[in-house]
């Protein structure tokens, strides 16, 4: 589980090759398009000059990580991108132990069953196991989401210590998605730490109204944090209580089984 890191890498580190950094940047302006990007477009995003992007994308196209429309001359993602999601799934020996589990728990409970980890100041989705109200985004795994933001993130926080939470809060760029998103750094600290203590992290209205959340973490066989579960629901449905009472000692027991402990 990588813990938040804003230091550059080029700056701290010999063997970082600053190329390769830069050629990413341009797959990765794709997280803020839900379509094509134009090359313009790109430069926008990425900061680097025309003549590095034009270079970055035919590289890109040629190896197939990115698609040019002959038309429009403008670009998106390639299938290979998804091929490389299918190998890292398919190899991650976490994925593999807790897919049956979470399976197994969203068939008892019938409730959107999610497994995510730290990444910097975000959180990843890595499986996720819809329930039927669900949109299509929020099937997909590879879903990035700020860590303060819901109840896996918070939770996914939790092993901080004081000093390193308040600096993460300090760092991170917080905004409303809901008109009931908790936006006090102060009190989301709070909320972590109150996660901490009690062992499962709850949301309510936080990135959806009428959702609620719930997560706790789950452990590797040394008690080291590697991932986090939480489940999502109808708040009209599972009012918060409800969760507590009956969510959360499933969470609990996945988390327990998946980790062998």
Not at 68 to 92: A, H, M, N, Q
Not at 99 to 124: F, K, Q, T, W, Y
Not at 228 to 250: C, G, M
Request: some cysteine.
């Amino acid at each position: 589980m990588t813990q938040p890191d804003l230091a550059s890498p080029e700056s701290s580190d010999p063997l970082y090759v600053a190329s390769l950094g830069k050629a990413m940047r341009v797959l990765e302006a794709f997280r803020q398009a839900r379509e094509s990007l134009s090359l313009t477009e790109l430069v926008q995003i990425t900061g680097l000059g025309k003549s590095a992007v034009q270079r970055f994308t035919h590289s890109w196209e040629r190896l197939g990580y990115l698609e040019k429309d002959p038309r429009t001359r403008r670009y998106g993602l390639g299938p290979r991108v998804v091929e490389l999601s299918y190998f890292f799934l398919r190899s991650d020996p976490l994925v593999s132990r807790a897919a049956p589990h979470l399976v197994a728990l969203r068939e008892r409970c019938g409730l959107a069953v999610n497994m995510s980890v730290l990444d910097g100041m975000d959180m990843i989705y890595l499986l996720r196991l819809p329930s039927r109200q669900l949109t299509l985004a929020e099937m997909l795994p590879g879903r990035r989401m700020p860590a303060w933001s819901n109840s896996a993130g918070r939770m996914l926080l939790t092993p901080l210590d004081d000093i390193a939470l308040d600096h993460y809060f300090s760092r991170a760029e917080i905004t409303a998605y809901t008109s009931r998103t908790e936006t006090d750094p102060g009190k989301l600290a709070a909320e972590v730490r109150l996660a901490r203590s009690q062992g499962y992290a709850l949301t309510h209205d936080q990135v959806l109204l009428n959702q609620v959340g719930a997560a706790v973490l789950l452990r590797d066989d040394l008690r080291r944090p590697v991932a986090a579960l939480n489940i999502t629901a109808a708040a009209d449905e599972f009012p918060p209580e409800r969760l507590v009472r009956e969510i959360v000692p499933q969470l609990l027991k996945t988390a327990y089984a998946i980790s062998g402990t």
